[in-house]
């Protein structure tokens, strides 16, 4: 598993040993090259200051380094050497140090040279052609003066000890800085993403029964904020489906019961008392177990629309002519309870699914002829503008109040309830109405101080509208 | 022992009826809430059994309204309702008991039969009144080693009297408790199922275990306790 964490630290420590390595080798190179300026100034010095001190007595060089400040030129501390060669190549004079040995002799003056001096240590050497100075005038004018070369070489090893001592300060540096860096990073990052981690511990807390939980904003790092909205959304959107589905077995579990145990005692009876069992038990085990069948059926639709998956192709359908047919069904039960019905519908066309509208259609039907008074009136009127096609269905609601109306479609619904005869399980509603939403249509109800329940589904009318 | 059942589905009120009536019981039938109340204040029940999503008026009402007018009747809830705030709730109104539909028609039985027995302040499942033996659990009669063979109805009879043994107990009492509101109240049924029970108590010993209080009703006694009106 990819952990950020450790990705972060890893690409952190890498850049940070990069870096360090790089500033490390500047700054040393830098200081050698300052190091050996420094003592390449002072080798010239000494060049300058024994050119200076050589003099020249009747084709005799001498050059007076008794001063203390050339002790180093003496052979009790030999750490500087010279020697001066006459222009023929003859050495002239040297310094004691050398101990009678030769120096070797850069090639081009002015440029300090790295060389190997007769102690066997390295050094540096210059070179400087000059004309000593003439001791008491001893030669006349036109006469030319001899030209000498002078090397001055100084002994390296206190140079090479304070380049190692700068290298091994660089290095144990370097140890010391990718050490703490090594315990730091880790430790930085971790605190830095603390957050992350402890939004994982919050979802990781998170199950089908708790999600109501929310992830905090308050106080958030700026980058989690749109993390954590997201999260939360898909928290109420997991909730919301969750609840649907818990509401689903829960609805569906407790109106099975009911047809379940007039099931059971019916076969327990039979089984108990075989005596007992009526002409009838058969029908009635059929009615329950369609009674039961149409609960699951209609229930397993509600769900299926409130996932949009049962509305179909949209055709062009007759709306007008839908709804004089879908009356069909009921006419009968109309006629028989003296219902007098007051037709106001015309033909249009609009696209709907003819299956879905029929079923919304026949619910209000169903509704008008068994809940509407005897010999009371029902109004059916079908309405339609330049923008939408408006069906209503209204009827006398005996006993229903205006609480009543919103829960109308709520499922399982009922007043006082209580079943009906096994006819009515409170789905017919929400099914009407989940249907309009699936076809992108709105079914409402509204109850006028008469007690007149009007239900108006609208859907839209394209066709005008064009 | 006279139970009430209210319920509103006619075929679960059908089985009901069936199984009660074939245990013995006297059973009265009622269709929602409005009618459940009105027979449970009516009659003197042993056991109610009462539905809680009833037409016209709900169970919890119906039990809260018998329990505020001082009715101590043994009710049953028997309903869809499962969860245990509902249980709860249910007790909470007065309930005796509690049963989720679908139920086992077994244990209903056996619950009903508790609450009766409940109702006489006895715990014990076997009721003995001199010789005889009456085993409430096994429905069974004997009469010192000999098996009596009662009819359901004749069992309840004997029963009710054995759960009031040594009190006097009226034709009314009997009537209100053993049958239901399908027989006829000006019948004789009542002293013509005392007089079948006697004979077959009869068979299996000479000692009469239920004794007349002429004018008063019958009580069921061993013969030393009998009062010299018989």
């Known amino acids: 598993m990819i952990s950020i964490r450790r990705q972060l630290t890893r690409e952190m420590l890498v850049a940070f040993f990069v870096l360090l390595s790089g500033a490390l080798v500047a700054v040393y190179f830098a200081a050698r090259d300052e190091l050996i300026e420094q003592f390449d100034d002072s080798l010239r010095a000494k060049v300058l200051a024994i050119s200076s001190l050589t003099s020249n007595e009747g084709g005799r060089f001498q050059v007076d380094v008794r001063d203390r400040f050339f002790r180093s030129f003496h052979k009790d501390n030999p750490e500087d050497y010279f020697e001066i060669w006459s222009a023929t190549g003859e050495a002239v004079a040297r310094s004691d140090s050398l101990g009678g040995a030769d120096l070797p002799q850069p090639d081009r003056p002015g440029r300090p040279r790295r060389v190997r001096l007769p102690n066997g240590h390295t050094g540096r050497a210059l070179l400087l052609k000059f004309s000593p100075a003439q001791e008491s005038g001893e030669h006349g004018e036109g006469e030319t003066k001899p030209v000498l070369q002078l090397v001055v070489a100084s002994d390296g090893e206190s140079l090479a000890e304070a380049l190692t001592e700068l290298l091994s300060i660089g290095a144990a540096s370097g140890v010391l800085l990718a050490g703490t860096m090594l315990w730091l990073i880790p430790r930085v990052l971790k605190r830095g993403l603390q957050p992350l981690a402890l939004l994982g511990e919050q979802a990781a807390g998170i199950d089908a029964d708790t999600l109501t939980t929310r992830f905090p904003t308050v106080g958030l790092a700026a980058e989690l904020q749109p993390i954590v909205s997201r999260l939360n959304e898909l928290l109420a959107r997991l909730e919301i489906s969750f609840e649907r589905e818990r509401r689903f077995s829960a609805d569906l ?13 019916l076969a327990e009876c039979a089984i108990k008392w075989p005596e007992s069992r009526e002409a ?23 769900a299926r629309s409130e996932h949009r998956q049962a509305v179909g192709p949209l055709v062009p359908v007759d709306i007008g002519l839908l709804v004089e047919d879908a009356w069909q069904s009921y006419r009968t039960l109309a006629e028989e309870r003296g219902l007098k019905v007051r037709w106001e519908v015309a033909s249009v066309i609009i696209p709907a699914d003819a299956g879905l509208l029929r079923s919304i259609v026949g619910n209000l039907f169903e509704n008008a002829a068994d809940y509407a008074p005897s010999g009371s009136e029902v109004r059916v009127r079908l309405e339609h503008n330049a923008t939408e096609v408006v069906l209503r269905v209204a009827n006398h609601a005996e006993g229903l109040d205006p609480a009543d109306v919103a829960k109308l479609f709520d499922r399982f619904w009922r007043k006082e309830e209580a079943r009906t005869g096994g006819r009515h399980f409170g789905l017919g509603l929400p099914l ?6 699936a076809m992108g249509w709105t079914l409402t109800a509204a109850l006028d101080g008469q007690n007149q329940l009007e239900f108006t589904l609208v859907g839209p009318n394209p066709a005008k509208a064009n | 022992m006279r139970v009430l059942v209210v319920e509103d589905s006619a075929r679960l009120q ?25 027979l449970a204040e009516s009659h003197d029940y042993d056991v109610i059994i009462l539905d809680i999503m009833l037409p016209k008026r709900d169970g919890l009402s119906v039990l809260t309204t018998l329990r505020e007018h001082g009715k101590t009747t043994h009710v049953l809830l028997l309903t869809a309702r499962d969860t245990v705030p509902d249980r709860v709730k249910g007790l909470r109104a007065g309930a005796d008991d509690y049963l989720i539909k679908p139920f086992d028609l077994e244990e209903l039985l056996a619950r009903v039969q508790s609450l009766c027995r409940r109702a006489y302040g006895s715990k014990q499942a076997v009721i003995k009144v001199g010789d005889m033996e009456l085993d409430t659990l096994g429905r069974r009669v ?53 007089c079948s029970v006697r004979k077959k108590l009869a068979v299996a010993g000479d000692e009469p275990l239920i004794h007349t209080r002429r004018g008063l009703g019958y009580a069921l006694d061993q013969a030393a306790a009998e ?4």
């Open chain 2, 14 to 38: 059908r089985s009901l009826g069936t199984a009660l009536r074939k245990s013995g019981y006297a059973v009265d039938l009622a269709g929602d809430g409005e009618e459940g109340l009105w």
């Open chain 2, 142 to 194: 004997k009469r010192g080693r000999y098996p009596i063979d009662l009819t359901a109805r004749e069992y309840l009879l004997l029963e009710y009297l054995a759960r009031r043994r040594g009190q006097v107990v009226t034709r009314a009492e009997i009537e209100e408790h053993i049958y239901d509101g399908q027989v006829d109240p000006m019948s004789n049924v009542v002293d013509s199922a005392i």
């Open chain 1, 280 to 302: 009838g038990a058969d029908q009635e085990v059929l009615a329950v177990a369609m009674q039961m069948q149409t609960i699951v059926t209609n229930l397993l639709m509600l």
């Open chain 2, 227 to 230: 009062a010299p009106t018989t």
């Open chain 1, 253 to 265: 579990a407790h109106e099975l019961r009911t047809p379940l145990a007039e099931l059971r005692s």
């Open chain 1, 432 to 437: 009407a109405r989940m249907f309009a939403q």
